[in-house]
């Protein structure tokens, strides 16, 4: 349980800390939602566009008309085909802040009055040069929430006063400089002076504000004639941008719209004469020709600034607005914080594969939602912090996963490596489960072997004054009787001077166990026959076994405290194997020889492949009925 909630405190904290980034807004963060809306917005399938067409100024162009700028006339010309040929509002995307060298702005302003233009202005950072303003009725205070320049800079007065609307051609990147969003609205605001003075009491600066259109809005007020718009906002920015007798266009907090990419516009050179395609559209003329045009970042690849008005013109005539609410980001974060936490509860209970899997299966749902919401309501979603979150706190649950496994294992390895065979240990730790820490009630078997006559050889390496010699033969004998019963899938549980107690059927699993407890009593006998020969040729002192077996229901586990425990049993059971070992001295064989193995009934019982001979009826200390012992019966190749 400790490891459990070290674990999961972790893991929450890294979540914690990855939420509270989050809802910071950090400029990676920015970066990947934006990406992710690009992804969103690719999806749009294209198609052709029946209200916008384009004229542009390309080679032909100019290989017509002679190098740009062309005189102004030209530029009349063209609009005046346009209009002939059943053109709606002309949207000219072009600045003309000088005049025209070639003497051409009589005849192109005589035109803009006549035929519905709309011409450019441009934010600077300086002062107002010509600049058009134009009226806004203000519902709230939206001004503080608009893009702001310094200054503008407009078309000269002849061609800005008889143009029918002006409007501005200034985009409003996002931090990674793609365009995927257009103000409607702007405003300059500049200090002019400072009225009042000492005598007056009071001095205050005084201010120039004033509202310039984009140029897709500008086409909309021109199209219905309104002499303004109206703008309101509420207490987290604008709201939405009215052109009177146009439907309300909802914004985001600074008046802008997402642009729509799902439109091409079908384009026309401006060297030809016939442009009765685009009878009742809006027309766009820009320039395309080398060294012209301006190229701009888009979700969906560069385009030409003049692409940018007719998407953001195509985005207000389709009336569907792309939507990113103020409680998205909630959403959002509460979303990636509930599927964090699902990873790690799936990193901590689940394999391995399975965790990957989850990982990727939850990446998708996450698109698929996305997609889900973008493509049905238009609203945007950004599942690039989703991505992140699962990301990390599944790496890091996993990761915590891993160090506690490996801690589990060298646990393992360092508890059980001497008392139990090395396959038995690399399975445990392959598979910890099957290691139950704590106590465990279980049926088992129980083996405890001692040394018989073991103070004639001790006293014998006493009076040789060869202490290190007893120890040597204490160890040699040991290792052969610990060797026997690892190989036959016994745990070693500690040794008791020359006594050897072990038992069968935990930590691992073994069906067989009373078998696998009797085969290695008697196969220790056989070992020791070989060592007692030993002996005899080293002049040492006759060595026997005896050897006690039971099988019973215990309780197994860690047993010990905090600061030292071991892995080991405690029960009635264990305590009568205890007492056969004992009461093998009571009992000789024909040879003399005392009984190596005696057994319980409660072993004989499951034993399959040992025969057994009944031995004798006993009563043990501790319990009040006889207990029936038995011995193997020795075949000739054991003997």
């Known amino acids: 349980m400790k490891k459990f909630i070290t674990h999961w405190t972790f893991a929450f904290v890294t979540l914690v800390v990855l939420t509270y980034t989050g809802l910071q807004e950090p400029f990676v963060k920015e970066i990947l939602k934006l990406k992710s809306f ?15 067409g384009i004229v542009t100024i390309d080679e032909k162009s100019i290989e017509k008309y002679g190098q740009w700028p062309w005189k102004r006339d030209v530029l009349a010309q063209v609009i005046t085909d346009l209009r002939q040929s059943g053109a709606g509002v002309i949207m000219i995307p072009i600045l003309f802040s000088e005049e025209d060298r070639l003497g051409g702005d009589d005849i192109l302003s005589q035109t803009l009055t006549d035929n519905g233009v709309v011409i450019a202005q441009v934010g600077t950072s300086q002062i107002n040069k010509n600049s058009v303003p134009r009226g806004v009725a203000k519902i709230g205070n939206p001004l503080p929430y608009l893009f702001e320049w310094d200054g503008m800079l407009g078309p000269i007065p002849k061609l800005g006063q008889n143009a029918n609307g002006v409007g501005v051609i200034n985009t409003a990147p996002e931090i990674d400089g793609v365009v995927r969003r257009i103000p409607l609205i702007m405003r300059i605001e500049r200090i002019l002076g400072i009225s009042g003075g ?43 941008v009215r052109v009177p007798g146009y439907p309300i266009i909802y914004t985001d907090p600074n008046a802008r719209v997402w642009l729509h990419w799902n439109k091409e516009f079908e ?26 045009g301006g190229i701009i970042a888009t979700p969906v690849g560069e385009k030409y600034d003049y692409e940018l008005s007719a998407s953001t013109l195509q985005t207000v005539l389709d009336g569907k607005q792309i939507n990113r609410y103020d409680i998205s980001l909630f959403v959002e974060l509460l979303a990636s ?35 889900y919401l973008f493509n049905k309501h238009l609203i945007l979603s950004d599942i690039s912090w989703i991505i992140i979150v699962i990301t990390i706190v599944g790496m ?26 090395p396959r038995q240990v690399a399975i445990l730790q392959k598979d910890p489960s099957k290691l139950k820490l704590g106590g465990e009630r279980r049926e088992m ?18 009076n040789n004054d060869d202490p290190e ?20 899938g016994g745990t070693i549980d500690k040794y008791m001077g020359d006594c050897i107690m072990a038992f069968w059927n935990a930590p691992l699993d073994c069906p067989n166990h009373a078998e696998m407890a009797v085969k290695s009593s008697i196969e220790c006998a056989k070992e020791t026959a070989k060592l007692k020969q030993e002996f005899k040729d080293k002049g040492l002192p006759e060595i026997n076994i005896g050897s006690g077996v039971n099988t019973g229901t215990c309780i197994v586990g860690n047993m010990g405290s905090d600061m030292r425990f071991d892995y080991s049993v405690i029960g009635d059971a264990v305590n009568l194997a205890a007492r056969l070992e004992a009461a093998t001295r009571n009992y000789k064989e024909k040879d003399g020889n005392i009984v ?28 009040e009925e006889l207990i029936t012992i038995y011995k193997p019966v020795m075949k000739k190749e054991d003997a």
């Not at 129980?446 to 014998?460: A, H, K, N, Q, R």
């Not at 033969?473 to 290792?479: A, G, P, Q, R, T």
């Open 267 to 292: 384009t026309i050179s401006a060297s030809e004469s016939d442009f009765s395609k685009f009878e009742g559209r809006s027309v766009i003329i820009g320039t395309t020709a080398e060294g012209l």
């Open 445 to 462: 078997s129980f083996l405890f072997m001692d040394i018989v006559g073991f103070t004639p050889i001790s006293e014998y390496y006493k």
């Open 469 to 488: 010699g007893l120890v040597v033969v204490i160890n040699d004998y040991l290792n052969r009787m610990s060797k026997i019963v690892l190989d036959n």
């Open 198 to 240: 000492k005598s007056y009491g009071q001095i205050s600066n005084v201010v120039e504000d004033k509202t310039y259109p984009t140029m897709a809005i500008e086409v909309i007020r021109v199209a219905t004639g309104a002499p303004s718009y109206q703008i309101k906002s509420g207490k987290g920015g604008i709201i939405a």
């Open 38 to 52: 690009d992804i969103l917005i690719q999806q749009e399938e294209v198609e052709l566009s029946s209200d916008i």
């Open 596 to 623: 190596a193995t005696l057994y319980s009934s409660y072993t004989m019982d499951q034993l399959k492949d040992i025969e057994s001979i009944e031995v004798d009826k006993i009563k043990v200390k501790g319990k």
């Open 337 to 371: 914080v509930l599927l964090g936490i699902l990873v790690i509860l799936i990193a901590r209970f689940t394999p391995y594969w399975f965790v990957g899997t989850s990982m990727i299966l939850l990446y998708g749902a996450s698109l698929v939602v996305a997609c």
């Open 396 to 421: 890091h649950s996993i990761f915590n996963r891993f160090i506690l496994e490996f801690k589990l294992k060298q646990q393992i390895r360092k508890q059980f490596e001497s008392y139990l065979d």
